[in-house]
């Protein structure tokens, strides 16, 4: 039972965000560099913040993507049964690297849930009932995701974000 897929949702808003943040970079910086400007060092702070923010958003979100994947562990329970893993590598450019790897037996079925933003207040107050208190890793593509799939893992006391996948969700929620 191995499946894997890699999260290829759009990223037009993520690019839109940091396309703002360097347009409001410039217009600041020029604003603040007019002459009689009064307190130019805001407009200037103001620009630093605006890059910053650019350069978060790319390095955190643009340079990176993630590979999602059941895969076997070598552990077999008593019963002789294999068991698997949900493992989730980051990849840049050429590095890949595993940020999680969590035995299927840990996650609590029943309450994986897909919350879509076009919910609604609905869908925010579902999520924050489900993340309350508890220790919440997000490993998706794009700060603005359209839908996402919360795992929840109640031995660690936290709650695992992944973008949404058809079949993923069908083997996470134990169909």
């Known amino acids: ?36 400007m009064p307190f ?15 350069i978060y958003l790319t390095a955190g979100y643009s340079l990176k993507s993630y590979r999602y994947a059941i895969e ?4 077999v329970d008593a019963e002789g049964l294999d068991q698997y893993d949900l493992v989730i590598t980051e990849i840049r ?23 879509r933003r076009s919910d609604g207040e609905a869908a925010k107050d579902a999520r924050n009932l489900l993340c309350k208190g508890k220790q919440v890793f997000r490993y998706e593509n794009t700060p603005l995701s359209p839908a996402s799939c919360y795992i929840p893992i109640p031995e660690e006391n936290s709650v695992i974000v992944i973008p949404v996948d058809d079949r993923m969700v069908e083997i996470l929620k134990g169909k």
């Not at 130019?40 to 650019?54: H, M, R, S």
């Not at 450019?93 to 919350?115: F, P, Q």
């Open 1 to 36: 039972m191995m499946y894997s897929f890699e999260s290829s949702g759009s990223r037009k808003p993520l690019h839109a965000m940091v396309v703002g943040a360097l347009i409001g970079t410039a217009v600041l910086f020029c604003v603040g560099g007019m002459e009689g």
């Open 40 to 54: 130019p060092f805001l407009f200037q702070t103001a620009a630093v913040l605006c890059a910053t923010i650019a």
């Open 72 to 75: 076997p562990n070598t552990i």
């Open 93 to 115: 450019g050429k590095r890949m690297k595993v940020v999680a790897r969590v035995g299927l037996r840990s996650v609590d079925h029943d309450a994986v849930v897909v919350i």
